[in-house]
């Protein structure tokens, strides 16, 4: 079992950075393959990035592409998304989730635990 917790969420104005983490209980974090989903008001919870074991490889939703940037650090068993040029479309809850077996993937349906999520608003 692994336990995701998020944070670094608040409220930001349009063109401002947050930094949102997710700390693992994983004894193995590395192995995991990661990502980050969201969740806008009214609508269905959708993939933002993607990052693989070892951080080898990472995939980016093209909403967030050249904007966010997804990073792990394996000895603090921790994951990162650094958000830059927000917009208030960006406003949501961020939900980080893991999987064990697999390639990096956009669909949620593949990733076997979540967090509880961490609100972003975006002001304009």
């Known amino acids: 079992q692994v336990q995701l917790v998020e944070s670094g969420g608040g409220l930001v104005q349009t063109g401002g950075s947050l930094k949102l983490s997710c700390a693992a209980s994983?004894?193995?974090?590395?192995?995991?393959?990661m990502g980050w989903f969201r969740q806008a008001p009214g609508k269905e919870r959708e993939f933002v990035a993607t990052?693989?074991?070892?951080?080898?490889?990472?995939s980016y939703a093209d909403s967030v592409k050249g904007r966010f940037t997804i990073s792990r650090d394996d000895a603090k068993n921790t994951m990162y998304l650094q958000m830059n040029g927000l917009k208030p479309e960006d406003t949501a809850v961020y939900y980080c989730?893991?999987?064990?077996?697999?390639?990096?993937?956009?669909?949620?349906?593949?990733?076997?635990?979540w967090g509880q999520g961490t609100q972003v608003t975006v002001s304009s």
């Open positions: 989730a893991a999987k064990l077996y697999g390639f990096p993937s956009k669909e949620q349906t593949s990733y076997d635990y």
């Open positions: 990052i693989s074991r070892y951080g080898g490889s990472t």
């Open positions: 994983a004894r193995t974090f590395s192995i995991y393959t």
